[in-house]
């Protein structure tokens, strides 16, 4: 059973600092994506990562993947209020369509 | 381009009754999925068609899930009897399985939120 991990789930930061946050998962998976969830909101596509060394990005955040590690990281520079939600990964599991979220990462940036 | 649509956005219902919801995906996705986020957690999926017939519905309760999608458009989720433990956000999304290059990029709906009481 494909299991996906998040860390950290709980994230403060200061804005204009720079931070990271980790999704591991437990089997082979050549598709990983991360999604933003605003309060009372829908899920918001962000990144769509198919391949090895992905990188992508958009804004302020970056995301990476390493099939190898199984891990994929959400990078994010120069934090701003703005960038305040929940941030989820999910991975594509052996049948088309098929996705497995991880927990959720609330990050708050504060001034 | 029209989003997934849901309805209602909200609902309350005393444990027991039955409810239902219903998601209109994006026109010309063949592929639809019924998701249930409980507050704090992640998105897990219930079900996914692909047009009208059923792909995984390994994670549905059957015993009081069930999910319909007759012309292979529109879908109806159905739970009944309704526990305190189904207060959830129930959302809907869909593909468009010819897009491989972008991974089978899934498109959510603003979902719908329960409370059972």
């Known amino acids: 059973e494909l299991k996906v991990e998040q860390n950290p789930l709980f994230l403060s930061m200061q804005e204009g600092k720079n931070y990271t946050i980790y999704c591991n998962y437990s089997?082979?998976?050549?598709?990983l994506y991360w999604y933003r969830q605003d309060p009372g909101k829908s899920l918001e596509s962000l990144f769509v990562?198919?391949?090895?060394?992905a990188v992508k990005q958009e804004g302020r955040l970056m995301a990476s993947l390493d099939t190898k590690a199984r891990l994929s990281t959400l990078h994010i520079t120069a934090a701003v209020h703005d960038l305040s939600a929940t941030y989820f990964c999910?991975?594509?599991?052996?049948?088309?369509?098929?996705?497995?979220f991880g927990q959720g990462t609330i990050l708050t940036v504060h001034p | 381009e029209a989003g997934v649509a849901q309805s209602p956005r909200y609902k309350i219902i005393e444990k027991r009754q039955s409810v239902a919801f219903w998601c209109n995906p994006i026109?010309?996705?063949?592929?639809l999925y019924w998701y249930q986020q409980i507050l704090g957690q992640g998105p897990k999926l219930l079900i996914q068609?692909?047009?009208?017939?059923?792909?995984?519905d390994s994670q549905l309760p059957k015993d009081r899930f069930s999910a319909e999608r007759l012309k292979g458009v529109d879908s109806t989720l159905k739970i009944q009897p309704a526990k305190l433990e189904d207060s959830a956000v129930y959302l809907c999304?869909?593909?468009?399985?010819?897009?491989?290059?972008?991974?089978?990029?899934?498109?959510f709906g603003p979902g719908t939120r329960l409370t059972v009481t």
């Open positions: 999304a869909s593909s468009n399985p010819q897009t491989k290059l972008r991974g089978y990029e899934q498109y």
């Open positions: 089997t082979t998976s050549d598709r």
């Open positions: 999910a991975v594509g599991g052996t049948s088309y369509g098929k996705l497995t």
């Open positions: 068609f692909q047009n009208n017939g059923v792909v995984d």
């Open positions: 026109s010309g996705h063949a592929t």
């Open positions: 990562l198919l391949s090895n060394g």
